[in-house]
């Protein structure tokens, strides 16, 4: 018993050690599985605060372009309310970006809406170009939303003129660019073709524009096209999102996990 | 150890990496760390369990600014924990790292090659970590290659102004 404690007093550096790493890495497995901690991410308020308020300051050397956008932003948004009257499940939330990763593998933004504002886990969210991302974390005031250019999104989408469905993946490299897999070799791709969002999950709508097909390769002996899409959404001017309340996703997701 | 100095250099170091160096664009690629420099420059009279507990905090701290839960953390609790065995081989009486650890105490030649090795290691861990997988192999060293370039460039820097 004497020579364990002595053993144990001996290497308690090492076994401190250990023990630190371990609960680390417990974090980053579980940080892994879903990213969901309110209070240590930047939807923490503190952290989102900070960033909001050098988004504040840093905003009015944009104003011009914002304003440009925004004027965009009401005409798309009276035309969805023009064409909304056979939809009414869905509902749009905006929200103002604080704070925003290009250059990573693995990219999050973070918005000014949270719990509070109705946001819920799992919502899709847009703007008026095309698909933005998932919301992934919700605080009390901020949420975090994982892009289509994060290297851990799969996004379903399909062609615009014969619906032939394929799934969207970031390859870590530009953030303009996207790569469509599970195109198979008897498709006739062009350059130029327009991929939307497919429908098949409840957090996006149909007909959301994702990109256009900038160039496709069918490499030999390959059963499945290479495609690179350009991205409708430009991830470096992003300043302001709409989250998508789809009212049937809870009632979709709750049928779809009881199959499981 | 003078704490006051300890944490005023941290805020500033903390607000110079989120505001000005974690908004660099370099091809994707360049993502230096320089908060490091306040746990390199740290004396050497604290525990060496305080030492890796401060570690942990501080790496945590960073991780709620990137999203990275743990990953800061696991990488400054290994730098914490290999760096007396580094300054042990790099420095023969290490009595006198006790009141400051700078380019007065430890000289050039092994301030440059304690950062060096520190950072590489502590960078390296980050960006294996942060991939998550073996995949971006060659990106994640082109990565810690050219960050760790300029966080040992800011880190040296500080040195010389202040101490030369």
């Known amino acids: 018993m004497q020579n364990l404690l002595k053993i144990l007093l001996r290497y308690s550096n090492f076994l401190v050690f250990v023990l630190l790493e371990v609960a680390a890495f417990m974090l980053i497995v579980y940080n892994h599985a879903a990213p969901r901690s309110s209070v240590l991410s930047t939807a923490n308020s503190v952290a989102a605060w900070q960033y909001e308020t050098v988004s504040n300051v840093t905003g009015y050397f944009h104003l011009r372009q914002q304003n440009d956008q925004l004027a965009r932003e009401n005409a798309a948004l009276r035309n969805q309310l023009a064409a909304a009257e056979g939809a009414e499940i869905l509902s749009y939330q905006s929200a103002k970006v604080v704070q925003m990763t290009t250059n990573r593998l693995h990219n999050y933004l973070t918005i000014n809406c949270?719990?509070?504002?109705?946001?819920?886990?799992?919502?899709?969210?847009?703007?008026?170009?095309?698909?933005?991302?998932?919301?992934?974390?919700?605080?009390?005031?901020?949420?975090?939303?994982?892009?289509?250019?994060?290297?851990?999104?799969?996004?379903?989408?399909?062609?615009?003129?014969?619906?032939?469905?394929?799934?969207?993946?970031?390859?870590?490299?530009?953030?303009?660019?996207?790569?469509?897999?599970?195109?198979?070799?008897?498709?006739?791709?062009?350059?130029?073709?327009?991929?939307?969002?497919?429908?098949?999950s409840p957090v996006f709508?149909?007909?959301?524009?994702?990109?256009?097909?900038?160039?496709?390769?069918?490499?030999?002996?390959?059963?499945?096209?290479?495609?690179?899409?350009?991205?409708?959404?430009?991830?470096?001017?992003?300043?302001?999102?709409?989250?998508?309340?789809?009212?049937?996703?809870?009632q979709i997701e709750a049928l779809t996990d009881g199959l499981d | 150890m003078d704490w006051t100095k300890q944490i005023v250099r941290y805020v500033v170091v903390m607000l110079l990496q989120v505001l000005l160096f974690d908004q660099l664009q370099l091809m994707g690629i360049c993502h230096p760390y320089i908060y490091v420099l306040c746990l390199l420059m740290m004396p050497i009279t604290l525990p060496r369990i305080s030492d890796m507990l401060i570690g942990a905090v501080i790496g945590l701290m960073m991780d709620i600014f990137c999203n990275s839960l743990g990953v800061h953390m696991t990488a400054c609790i290994l730098l914490m924990y290999v760096r007396p065995y580094l300054l042990s081989v790099l420095v023969n009486e290490s009595d006198r790292l006790n009141e400051q650890l700078s380019l007065r105490t430890l000289g050039m030649e092994a301030l440059v090659k304690y950062v060096v090795i520190l950072v590489l290691l502590h960078h390296l861990a980050i960006f294996l970590l942060a991939a998550w997988s073996w995949h971006h192999l060659g990106f994640v060293v082109a990565e810690t290659i050219v960050s760790s370039i300029v966080t040992i460039v800011v880190i040296l820097g500080y040195n010389i102004l202040k101490y030369r």
């Open chain 1, 205 to 250: 709508p149909e007909g959301i524009p994702v990109g256009i097909v900038e160039n496709s390769v069918l490499y030999e002996g390959d059963s499945y096209y290479t495609i690179r899409v350009r991205l409708s959404t430009n991830f470096k001017r992003l300043k302001y999102v709409e989250v998508i309340h789809n009212a049937d996703q809870n």
């Open chain 1, 114 to 200: 949270g719990a509070e504002d109705g946001i819920q886990l799992g919502q899709g969210v847009r703007n008026e170009d095309g698909v933005v991302g998932i919301v992934r974390t919700v605080g009390s005031h901020y949420s975090v939303v994982m892009p289509i250019i994060n290297t851990q999104n799969n996004l379903s989408c399909r062609f615009r003129k014969n619906d032939y469905i394929g799934t969207l993946q970031w390859d870590g490299k530009d953030n303009r660019f996207a790569l469509l897999t599970d195109v198979a070799a008897h498709m006739v791709v062009n350059v130029g073709d327009t991929i939307v969002t497919s429908g098949l």
